[in-house]
């Protein structure tokens, strides 16, 4: 390394309110000229580093190309985050999920990231558990979704040019047990009851219409037609981001008819004069009430698309009232149970009947 210049840095290294650059000359058609090489206000290690890499072409004179400062993964979760505000609705997800992540992988170069280094990170998180609830084991699927946003972050650093590709793309998931759990009618009259006015119009509706918590609690009272019976959601109201439309019974009809309008709010659902923003609580409240057990409010779009196939409801209609793009995540909250197995075995007997009765008929009339 060579000596300290002057101001005390290794000769050709500087620094000012900029950060750190490279100071040397250089030969150009016989004329001495000046070069510096501006690397940004990187660590001074770093800075070091890059000198060290290029003495010898310093001391050859030759000409240097700008040093890029080494992408900190911080700084390519905020660009990230900064795209989610503008593209994504799962946008407050991202900032929590991403607020974990910044804490694990902090300052450290984005390029350093591989896929150990990721399954290290996975292993810390389910040792962790859940903080909020008491340390409670996490599921996979909170895992997936820690790991989701990690894929994320690192293809939009490939697509600005921070990576050369993604180093974790090949990082598999852990395997999810999807959920089946729908209510009897039983259990459903049962949490009706000990839900609150405002609570059984929300359960009632996501029972009976498929919708998301997220489209129901965010409802405006322009989204209702009640002369058409439907709702109207716009393609920013979704989480697909595409329009829909959601029928509506004489019964549900009446039972938004019947909310009580806060004035200057243009929400159907409203507490104290505000947007309802989140009923866990209170939903959790009155399963135990109800003694409805592992049963969670997202359960009830299941039950909604199960009760439209039970009812004979064409697939593709029921996927056009849910809001299912593919058929692999509709199959996922169509719960096929006991019964419908055996109506299935049903309905082969009564074609096999029918057709060994038109048997024994044409063989009489011979």
């Known amino acids: 390394m060579p000596k300290p210049n002057v101001h005390g840095l290794p000769q050709h290294l500087r620094k000012d309110e900029k950060g750190y650059f490279l100071d040397y000359f250089i030969k150009e058609r016989g004329l001495r000229k000046r070069r510096r090489v501006r690397l940004g206000e990187i660590p001074f290690v770093q800075a070091k580093k890059i000198l060290a890499k290029h003495t010898q072409d310093i001391v050859e004179g030759r000409f240097l190309a700008d040093e890029k400062p080494e992408t900190t993964f911080d700084e390519a979760a905020d660009s990230f985050l900064a795209y989610s505000l503008a593209r994504r609705r799962s946008h407050e997800n991202d900032v929590q999920i991403a607020k974990r992540l910044k804490a694990y992988f902090g300052n450290g170069p984005l390029r350093s990231i591989n896929p150990d280094i990721v399954e290290g990170y996975l292993t810390q998180r389910r040792k962790a558990g859940n903080q909020a609830r008491n340390g409670r ?21 490939v697509l600005n040019g921070l990576l050369d590709r993604n180093p974790i793309e090949g990082v598999r998931g852990f395997k999810e047990e999807s959920r089946d759990r729908t209510l009897t009618q039983e259990e459903y009259e049962a949490l009706l009851k000990r839900c609150s006015p405002r609570l059984k119009a929300v359960v009632q509706l996501a029972y009976w219409t498929g919708m998301r918590r997220g489209e129901i609690l965010g409802l405006r009272w322009d989204q209702v037609d009640v002369h058409q019976k439907v709702i109207n959601l716009e393609a920013t109201d979704t989480k697909t981001r595409e329009k829909r439309e959601i029928p509506l019974t004489e019964m549900l009809v009446n039972l938004l008819q019947k909310t009580p309008r806060t004035v200057g709010s243009p929400y159907v659902f409203t507490y104290k004069g505000k947007r309802v923003i989140s009923i866990k609580t209170a939903f959790r409240k009155a399963c135990r009430k109800a003694e409805v057990k592992d049963f969670r409010f997202h359960d009830l779009r299941h039950c909604a698309v199960t009760n439209l196939r039970k009812a004979g409801v064409n697939d593709s209609i029921i996927m056009s009232i849910s809001g299912h793009k593919t058929y692999a995540m509709f199959k996922r909250y169509n719960r096929i149970d006991r019964k419908d197995r055996v109506d299935a075995l049903k309905q082969v007997e009564r074609l096999n009947d029918t057709g060994m009765t038109k048997a024994r008929e044409a063989k009489v009339s011979e």
């Open 137 to 157: 084991a996490l599921s996979n699927a909170t895992l997936n979704r820690d790991l989701a946003l990690l894929k994320c972050i690192t293809r939009r650093a």
